[in-house]
Each structure stands twice: as C-alpha cells, then as structure tokens.
C-alpha cells in the first residue's frame, strides 16, 4: 500500500509516525527555516499592524517588479514538497510562468503558465474540485503533487507583464526527509499549437527520455468551428512505438472521463473533470478539461510522446478534421536528466483574452 502513497500522501500513512521535519516557505518566512516565521516589522507608511507590532500579519505578500523573475523556493534536500498554495490577479495566469529546478538542474523540470498548471484554462479563473490540483474561491490556488527532490529544490516565478503586482500571495510546504532510491522527479511542460485540415493532431507532449511515468493532462480548447469538437483520440506512443501507439482512447470526451459530447454538462471530480464550457455572444467556445492518472499512471521504460486529434463531424456523417487552437499541461515523474523542453511561447504566443 506504501507505493500507492509515497510520501505519506493519502490516508494509508497519515497515522504513522515519522522523522520528517516540516516547513513551509510564504512572504513572512521566505526561507523557510525554523523559527524564522512573521519576524518582519510593520512597513512604512500606515500600515495594518502599526497598532500590533511585529508578529501580526506585517508581511503577508510579495511585491513584484514588472517583467522581473522572484525567486520563491530554495531549499537544500533532501525532501519533498507536498502543497503549494498561490492567488494573484487573473492577468498574471498566462503572463506569469512558474519554473521548478531539481538538483542544481540548468533547465527546469516545470515550465507552464501559472493558471495552466492549476487548471484554470485561457487566462480565465473558476473552480476546480480534484485530489490533485484544487482551486477554490476566489482564485485559491492548490496542488497536491509530491515533488521530492535529493540535493535542492528551487522554484521561481517570472512575470512577463508590463505592470507592477503589488500582492502574490504563497505558501509552499514541504518536508526534509529520506527520498527512496527509486523516487522519481516531478515533470510538467506547456504546449500550444493551432491544428489544421491537413494534420489535425495536437502534440501534449514529446521528446521525453529516460524511465518514468505519465500522471496527468491539463486541456484548453478554443473551438473555431461550430458543433462537437471532441471526436479525436488521446494516444500514447511508448519505449519505440513509431506509427501505432500502444495506448490508444475511444474519444476526447472518454479520455477525459464524460460521454455522449458532455451533454453540455461540466464537471469536477477527484481524478477527472471538465470544470470549463464557456459560451457567450461575442465569443468562440472554450473548455477547460483535466485528467489525473493517478490511481492509472501510464508507465515506460525508455521514452514517450503524447498526442491528441481535433475532430468533429462533417454533415454527411464523416468525421471533419478541425482547425481548433489547444494548449495543454503535461505531467509525470521520470529520472533525470530530462530531455530539452521546447523553447517557450513568448506573451503574444500565450496570450487568449
């Protein structure tokens, strides 16, 4: 039962006792270190704790320049985090990337725009209900990953929009505490492409080496055509596959958990959801979809690509290969090192408000 729930994670192991030593880092303990805690005085100019001191809420955000990168974690291991909370104003969900580096890695292991890696699809906020990733009211952001890492885990986050934000709010907790030798690292990577009439598939993720496993798909589909949009197939080509993928889905909506075209009905559940079906005059349609394998995590042994088909149907019954804008999250555990992420997109390239 231990390797259905590494690192305590679940209730097999919540009872169990354990050396591990837990911190957590926010803007009153940006290192995270014991002790450390709600030091800062109140700031200049009326503050709110004027009239309490120290102690009370005098630091409880960050200010970030504009275009300018902060550093948010940097711990020596080894451990492993277990819950990271952020809210910020919905501009910064696309023009905000985090970044997460493993080990004194040069690359990250984590690139994604901010509200993709927490499932709030377009640069649009609402709420997700999931064991994984949970975003609550107003814009509470959540992710219960394991992350362990053996040497140092340092996590950033850019921001790549013209104005200052005066108040990123954070938290990231983790433990110090022994990694098993067969723990794996925590991966996930942003893709956007525009699909066409001639090659009507949507890459969710390539280039992957080393053993490791697949754990979950976040989706934002912008449609461009009217009618169903999720005819396509969710495939996996593993450990040499070329034209034929081992792992092959019935339908976009399958993969994803619904049926019959969603009957327009959205969901959220632990471990999958459709949480997004936006439609208002003025406007193409957009959803927000999520699927975590967890309990199902697709395994390989020397590489991986992921992909996705755009299609729907034409009016004679045959499916119609569509031209439908789509970005994904991409997440799983491998060893390191990585393969090279795919430069990535700049602002105008991720912007869909």
């Known amino acids: 039962m231990s390797n259905l729930f590494p690192f305590g994670m679940g209730f097999p192991g919540l009872a169990q006792l354990s050396n591990a030593e837990t911190r957590s880092i926010c803007a009153e303990n940006p290192t995270g270190e014991k002790g450390k805690g709600a030091m800062a005085p109140p700031g200049p100019g009326g503050h709110p704790a004027d009239n309490m001191g120290t102690g009370w809420k ?78 609550n009211p107003n814009g509470g952001f959540n992710c219960y990953w394991p992350m362990p890492f053996r040497k ?106 619904g049926a019959w075209c969603f009957d327009d009905r959205t969901y959220s559940t632990p471990f999958l959801g459709y949480p997004l079906y936006r439609k208002v005059a003025g406007e193409v349609p957009r959803h927000g979809l999520y699927r975590w394998h967890v309990m199902d995590p697709i395994r390989f042994k020397k590489d991986l690509r ?22 994904t999250v991409a997440y799983w555990y491998q060893t390191e090192p990585h393969g090279a992420f795919p430069a990535f997109p700049s602002v105008e390239q991720r912007w869909s408000r």
């Open 58 to 135: 005098c630091r409880a955000c960050l200010r970030l320049e504009p275009n300018s990168t902060t550093t948010l974690a940097d711990v020596e291991g080894p451990g492993v985090i277990q819950h990271i909370w952020i809210t910020v104003e919905e501009r910064l969900y696309r023009d905000g990337i985090l970044r997460f580096y493993w080990d004194d890695e040069e690359t990250p292991s984590v690139e994604v725009p901010l509200g993709d890696f927490f499932c709030n699809a377009h640069g649009l906020r609402y709420d997700v209900n999931s064991m994984m990733v949970c975003v």
């Open 152 to 257: 140092r885990a340092r996590i950033t986050f850019e921001t790549q929009n013209p104005k200052p934000v005066d108040c990123f709010f954070y938290q990231i907790t983790y433990s110090l505490t022994d990694v098993p030798d067969d723990a794996a690292y925590f991966h996930a990577q942003w893709r956007r492409s525009m699909t066409t009439r001639e090659n009507p598939e949507h890459v969710i993720l390539n280039g992957v080496r080393g053993q490791g496993h697949y754990v979950g798909t976040a989706c934002a589909w912008t449609q461009f055509s009217n009618g169903w949009w999720g005819e396509g197939e969710v495939k996996f080509f593993m450990d040499g596959d070329k034209e034929f993928p081992t792992i092959c889905g019935t339908g976009t909506e399958d993969y994803f958990g």
């Open 306 to 327: 992921v992909t996705v088909q755009a299609l729907g149907w034409w009016p004679n019954g045959k499916f119609q290969p569509l031209t439908d804008d789509i970005a």
